[in-house]
């Protein structure tokens, strides 16, 4: 008599470790960070120039920076925005401004005040950075002050991709303004990759319009 042949087990569908998730995610992210950033810095300056300065006018003209006491402002490094004007208004109206000063130390990151642009040094990552001296800002979810989140590339929902550090993520778990990310439409994706600690803007500024996404 034929022996019974037992049936094969089929393969379980386990799920996948976190570790292997953040690495999908990081993967999708880099292959990203790999296509956007020559593509910025490959645009021409005019264009660039332009687009830069329709932003920043857009910027001034929101009813958020018009009261806002306090604003996180970035310096502009690997073809970001270049947000300089809106830094030499705020100033002018009497605004309090506020730049990043990377900790790699603990992967944090603290805002400073600045007086004058001539204060930023060069710093963490090669970025100019406030001096280590200079009054620090402290953040609270009460306070109805204004960032500006830098990034390579935005989605239509407010995420966006940036350099994979994530000292903006963390950093505004604790900031309770209104958040602003300034983007040329070209790189204003309809969605992106996104993980559980990412963290959405509230408005998105290209040279063409204003999205409230939040």
């Not at 660039?48 to 929101?62: G, I, N, P, S, T």
């Amino acid at each position: 008599m034929a022996s019974r042949q037992k049936p094969q087990a089929k393969a379980s569908k386990r799920s996948p470790k976190p570790g292997e998730v953040m690495t999908g995610l990081k993967f999708e992210k880099d292959k990203i960070r790999e296509e956007i950033l020559p593509l910025r810095l490959a645009i021409p300056k005019e264009e660039k120039e332009a687009a830069d300065a329709a932003m920043v006018e857009r910027f001034l003209k929101l009813v958020t920076f018009r009261f806002a006491e306090t604003v996180l402002f970035y310096a502009p490094v690997r073809g970001e925005p270049d947000v300089t004007a809106a830094v030499e208004e705020a100033l002018k109206r009497g605004k309090k401004v506020a730049f990043p000063a990377c900790i790699p130390e603990t992967s944090s990151m603290v805002f400073r005040f600045v007086e004058s642009l001539s204060e930023l040094k060069t710093g963490t990552y090669g970025i100019p950075e406030p001096p280590p001296e200079a009054p620090l800002y402290l953040p609270s979810p009460k306070k109805h002050d204004l960032c500006i989140v830098p990034a390579l590339c935005f989605d239509k929902a407010g995420y966006r991709v940036g350099y994979g550090k994530g000292y903006y993520d963390r950093f505004l778990t604790e900031f309770g303004g209104t958040t602003v990310g300034f983007t040329m439409e070209r790189f204003l994706r309809e969605r992106l990759p996104r993980g559980k600690y990412d963290r959405s803007v509230d408005l998105i500024l290209t040279e063409k319009g204003v999205r409230s996404v939040g």
